[in-house]
């Protein structure tokens, strides 16, 4: 917790530096809240909670048990079909959804339960709206490595303007925060919906533009016969990709992958928009250095929320194999789902949890994250204990992060006792230093002591 704690308030730090307030929200939220917001395959993944008291028909707790049993037969005759050694899967999730009633669940991520915020208490808050939130959000996953059931998101977002500005400010944000965690090397892609509907447009696909996005989305991890492969599985024509080939394998600089776009996209006003709009927020940062990040144009990159229209963001760091760290983007009328129409928002949420992996592995977190305790005193005998403890209020009171080793263990244990725990400064009280009223202060890591007073030890560690 305290090194989890340490990239949370990190992130909120910078979060406060840019303006962004802190609210919280619920962990449960409608039903009629989540589905619908997040495409078929996030609705899946929604944590539903069965109504308390509810009682479940007799009738129907038979179909279900029938549906069970058949589910089961299946795939044990598929798995004696097959010469596969891996674990039977079941999916109850159908029957199960048949079953119950459930009119709540679990929160999905924090944008949508911050829409629902934002209509509630219209008439409360100042707009343009600058809020962050940090909070676990639930997800009916499969865990793995970087994939979570719960998870922390650290988010923040602006709503009531449609000012680029915002955009620009959130990639500051993300290198900044990132920066100061300690990564070196990771890589913020920036797209526009608006040039994924121009491509759409391109092939007269605008009704399928779901069905491409996801597709081009996963260019990296299926490559692109794979992407090739799904398109044609989901309808697009062999003609249709050989248009859409060229635009999603565009290489080059930033600035020569939009002007490649823009004569692509010649006929399409909306994706000669998004071309623009990428563009203003890369002239933003242009003026203002990136301390670390490097800032890339990816017209692959689409995330599978339905709500973007605009921006869509991801970071990736280059240092360890991880998916994205963080990611988000401008949903123009997300409000309008809650009865709010035409109030504009951008968003960006960073991973907490991956974040915390990748700084693990890269063993890159200071020495500082792991000290919840600055300065252990240790006693010889009780005399001994009652002459620390008004000292150890002391340096409370100067902010000292500071506890006193109960009297009556062996120095070694509690020299031991700090060592395991990370403390970096002892100070030892025997009969000699409560005699001299010098006492003897010791540096963990290089075993240095001195003869420090009690005024001296308060000025030299206090605030």
Known sequence: ??????????????????????????????????????????????????????????????????????????????????????????????????????????????????ARYVVMHQNEITFPFKRFQVQPVWRADRPQKGRYREFYQCDADVVGSDSLINEAEFILIYDEALTKLGLKDFTIKINNRKILSGIAELIDKVDNIVDMTVAIDKLDKIGLNGVINELLGKGFTENDIKIIEPVILLQGSNTEKLEKLRAALANSPIGLKGCDEVEEVLNYLASCRLQTASCELDITLARGLNYYTGAIFEVKTNEVSMGSIGGGGRYDDLTGMFGLKGLTGVGISFGADRIYDVMEELNIFPAAADQATRLLICCMDKEGEQFAFPILQQLRRQDVNAELYPAGAKLKKQLDYANNNHIPYTIIIGSQEMQTGLLTVKNMETGVQEKLTVEQVVTSFGR
């Open 1 to 114: 917790m305290v090194r989890r704690n340490f990239i949370f308030d990190t992130i909120k730090g910078v979060f406060r530096k840019y303006g962004y307030r802190q609210i919280e929200t619920p962990a449960m939220e409608n039903i009629s809240t989540l589905t619908g917001k997040y495409g078929d395959e996030g609705d899946k993944l929604i944590f539903k909670i069965l109504n308390s008291g509810n009682f479940i028909d007799q009738n129907e707790l038979s179909k279900f048990t029938s549906e069970v049993i058949e589910r089961i037969w299946k795939a044990k005759e598929e798995a004696t079909n097959s010469s596969s050694d891996s674990e039977i899967e079941i999916d109850l999730n159908e029957p199960i959804r048949n079953l119950i009633e459930a009119e709540k669940a679990l929160r999905y991520d924090l944008t949508v339960p911050f």
